[in-house]
């Protein structure tokens, strides 16, 4: 019941917005969506709500979707108005935007990025990019809208939303790219340099994009090509006839001759684009047929455009206002190229049931195809249309007579003839139009024409309409001395109407005055007289002026001097005859297919369309190499030991934010050379592979076991202010499996900055490293942290090499420990066992150690153990056996520790290994470590 | 793109207003009520007007305006396509699209409008996909919905949207199978005084009412498809293999769309299935004229001419008509001097005609100029261009469906007689 008392209209006006409060804070869901409804209803009607406010924004934590849906429409429509209360709401969507289900995200960020409060600039700027990762494509689609959202919100986060943008582009799901170049046109039309690497894919995509999308990057692509690529249309400008002839003329002579010049080949990318177009002009959408024919227009060449030309007239058959922009962009073609639209004649006749705009357009690109041929049957099918109820349409028809009959000296005569006709036509308005027709051509022709317009003379009487009026008086004037007659005989008859004429029929007749002075003053001197002694009196001030000029410049006068000599010349000269064009000769100007070629005015935010480069910029620009299957392994690995360097960066030295930076960079190189070196060499990518997956995690924890000792390589008083640290990352290396990875942190403690750091000589000469790549500059105050690779043979020998800056070289020296000389190896209980048993004897090394009482502990013990070698522990099922595996990293032998803890902190310390010298190096160093505090 | 959407009635009032991107007063449409008074016909208003800060581009359709606001420059065509999908969208759902039903159901076109546009760019358009989203309102649905306060709108992202097949919702199930398929050609065609063909070209559509289980890849293939000269297809047809092989193969959306639309080469030479015998004569000097009319059927391979309408616009001295059907009814309009008369079907045996005078002004001078007539009419079970379907195959699902074919012939929006 109470729901249903408000919906009585008179109730319902009178305490609407306390009612809708009332309904919007009570418990019932019912009732607030009832409430909600009407809301809706209101701003649909254009009333204001935004009273409502407090109580609607309590709604947007709704369970119910509908509500909430109803909720975001009243939010995006006031939030602007009332940003304070609106900033409530914003914790919803940031809760909204983690949710697991895609859709809710995606309305989340469409709302919240609707709403335009500058406040939560950063908030919509940290949920666009959160979504522009996001593993849905429907996120990511709303993510793409979203930038142009807050891009108008806020210009000034360009260079951040370019930076999405230029991710986006990259995403391959089609759902995503017609959003993302819509954001690319919207933010940055000008970042033409973010397309290059997109532009193959955006081709091969086209046809599966949703169809809005294909118009967007289809008109993109257009402008794109044009900067591209180099003209297609050049043999046809310069010297069309001469290629026609080698075309047909299959003579070998000729064709040399054409070899010399350069003949025009079509980049491929830019075949690409018109091959993938092409079967789009048979969709469903005429927004997509058109821009396709565009395209092909402004880019294909010239013998190819005619292929649009069916499925623009196919388009004719679509609705009226869809017909009223195929036929604006059909007019601009068939001026430029009749040839296209001639077989397809008889589809611009026009229909009694056409709009008078689809009918003029029609009118227009009828005597744009108008040629000797076909002029015939124009005509004819122009004469039903004079006859035609629609007045206006009949003058236009008028004029368009007109035009043929200027374009096409054959019929001028005929046309001329018919005009004459229409003369004695019924309808003023086709009169009135053909004498001003008349007029305009027979200025144009200048031959024996006194019949017509004697007769014209003959039916001044019966016209009435102003301009008719004026044009016959002008025509009389001007070809006076051919109707020498009859032409006293009408200026006799304007001096008795004058005063009743109007103000253009007066101007006339002031001229025709004048005229008939100079040729005739004999028969026409008191005429005129009478004529300027009106106009002088005449309450427009024009024609008094006129008159008054008129009189000094035809009656000699003391006064009027020189000038009254050369009246005749000022008068009678022979005047240019009018140009008929057409109104759409300019209109290509524009782009086909944009607003502002149906305006023909330049719309806000038009983009010009440039020409074509003279010499097409770099091709290889689109290039896109391509990424392995392996290389998304490798990649998640190496991102895998970024995160553990950078830990272990942090740890040692502290080293700054720039320096992790440029490791990053290194890490990134590393990252594309690895690839190939692991197909070169197939024995130590094998051996690589040997190492089971599990390993890796057990190496980070390994790793981050403890601090990372750092040893010093270079001081800063002896490296001349350049002073080097290093510590081995623990990681395998990437540039080759055999290599210790080690880190080296160079830094600047000069007050010069020191260029070119690079390494030198190096001893052993059979040494192998790899080097860092060369720094190029270092600041003073500043580190950098590089990566290198040794082979050191799994012998403790120091690597000697020189540490070069642009003046100085200085000898270091790196010893490694020799635990740094492993890696993890990971294996079970039973594996351990299975291989120490196979090294016995000769290869097995023990003591019996008495350990610090506070390394009792099996986790103290690995830690220790961890500390001094880079080795995996074994998961032990026996509470007193510790057991550690590793390889060495050149060959890969195995290293097997373990240590059975005895009573009262002594303990059995065996390494069992075929690398003796390395075991008991390793021996002492554990020994070391775990008998000290 | 899209800045906002107006909806005016035949009287200029503005009944209904959404807003993309922050909201544009309704005085915009100021400049859009002058065009429509300068305008003589409703039709007559230019689809694109300029205003100093924005654009008007608007479709007319039911006799309501879509008046879309843009701020700069987008292709025309795109914001025009996008306004007809939003009728047809409104048509789908409502059964009509009229005012009083935009109005009754202002929340649905409000959430539909919302989903099918996000700032100004299309986001849904698909009617498969906005089905899922939003139920279409029925009769039971708004009275349940009303008790139980449940919704109309669907809780899911449409599965549409993410996969391969977009245009079609998963997990559709029926109990019958069945497909239906509509040939329906039309003709247009100018035929002058004496009967003679001035143009005349078949344009046809296939429109297809599909309800199968699970994902069915269909097969159609035709008899003669070298007849089909330029075709237009749904995103569902695959087109290379209409290049290749002249086959429309695709898997459907669920429910009515329009598969093809195709034209008929003018090479072939179009029949015009019904003609026209007429007598009209004004006397100079006399207040009367005479009218007379009859039609006939022509090379209709035995099929009746049905619902024939003709209508003529006559001459403005026409005071009044006085006529005598021999079948149907008639009517004039004295204001607009429209004549139409509703025939129905054309009997070979006895032809229809319509007889008569017709009153002039008194004094004016002789109309010069006979009317021309446009015809209306249906022929069921035939497409005049000779199109036949060959065969339907289904693949991608085991149960047989039930498929049907059907074809029709109809005049286009013209078939227009010039009588003079």
Redesign the interface.
Known sequence: EVMLIPTRPRLFSVCRNEDLKEMLESS???LK?EAM?RI??L????KNASELFPAVVKNVASK????K??V??YLV?YA?EQQDLALLSISTFQRALKDP???IR?SAL?VL??I?VPIIVPIMMLAIKEAAADL???VR??SA??I??LF?LDADQKEQLIEVIEKLLKDKST?VAG?VV?AFEEVCPDRIDLIHKNYRKLCNLL?DV???GQ?VII?MLTRYARTQFTSPWKEVRGQSGEVMKAFYESDSEEKKGHTEEKPYIMDPDHRLLLRNTK?LL??????V???VAQLYWHLAPKHEVSIVT??L??LL?S????Q???LQNIATMSIQRKGMFEPFM??F?V???D???IKTLKLEILTNLANEANISTILR?FQ?YV?S?DKAFAAATIQAIGRCATNISEVTDTCLNGLVLLLS???ETVVAESVVVIKKLLQTQPTQHSEIIKHMAKLFDNITVPMARASILWLIGEYCERVPKIAPDVLRKMAKSFTAEEDIVKLQTVNLAAKLYLTNSKQTKLLTQYILNLGKYDQNYDIRDRTRFIRQLIVPSEKSGALNKYARRILLAPKPAPVLESSFKDRDRFQL????H??N?K?????ELSDWPAVAPDQSVRNVEIIEASGSDSEEESSESEKTSSDSGKSSSGSEQSSSESELEQKKKKKTKKVPQKKSKPTAADRYSEIPAVCWSLRVTTSSFGPVKTYELLHHMTGKGLAAKYHFPRQPCLYQPSMVAVQVILSNSSDHSLEEIHIGDRSPASLSIHCFNTIERLEPEASVTVSMGIDFSDSTQAANFQLCTKEDQFSVSIQPAVGELLMPSSMTEQDFCKEQGKLQGMNETSATITMETANASSQAISKQVLSVANVGVVSSSQNNFSRFAGRTVSSGALVLVSLELKESSTALLTINTEKTVMASMLLRDIKQALTQA | ?IHSLFLVNASGD??????W???VS?SVCDYFFEAQER???P??V???I?TPHH?LI????HRIYFVAV?????????V?????RVVDTFQDYFGVCTEAAIKDN??V???LL?EML??G???A?ESNILKELIKPPTILRTMVN?IT?S???G???PTG??SVV?WRRTGVKYTNNEAYFDVVEEI?A?IDKSGST??A?I?GVIDACVKLTGMPDLTLSFMNPRLL???????CVR?KRW?AERILSFIPPDGNF?LL?Y?VSSQNLVAIPVYVKHNITFREGSSQGRFDLTLGPKQTMGKAVESVLVSS?L??GVLNANLNPSQGTYTFDPVTKLLSWDVGKINPQKLPSLKGTMSLQAGA?KP??NP?I?IQFKIQQMAISGLKVNRLDMYGEKYKPFKGIKYMTKAG??C?F?L?
């Open positions: 019932k869901e019912s969506l409804k809706v209803g701003i649909a009607k254009g119910n979707i509908e509500l849906k109803l975001y429409v429509r602007e289900n895609q859709f995606a469409r990025s609707s335009r849905s494509p429907y689609k709303t809208h979203a142009q959202k108008s759902l959003s819509m046809v949703e169809e809005w118009v008109s079967p048979q969709s469903r959408n005429t927004a047929v058109m821009s069916k499925s007239v196919r058959r609705h009226r206002e869809v009223y922009i195929v008889k589809s006749y229909r009694s049931t709009a008078t705009h099918e039903t006859k109820q036509n019924r309808d297919g944009t607003l502002s149906s305006l005015s719309a806000t935010g038009y983009q | 793109m503005i009944f209904l207003e959404k807003h991107k922050s909201v309704r305008a003589t016909e039709e007559n230019p689809p694109v300029p654009y608007s479709v007319l359709r843009i701020q700069s420059e987008v292709p025309p065509l795109f025009i396509e996008f306004l007809h202002v929340v076109v409000y959430e919302e996000d700032n760019f299309p986001l358009t009303t306060g919704t109309n709108v809780e899911q992202l949207q993410l977009p247009d100018i001035i143009t070209e344009q000269d330029d075709v237009s297809f749904h995103p087109f290049e329009r639309s034209h616009q001459p403005r001078s010069d100029e021309t446009n929006n013209l227009q010039r003079h």
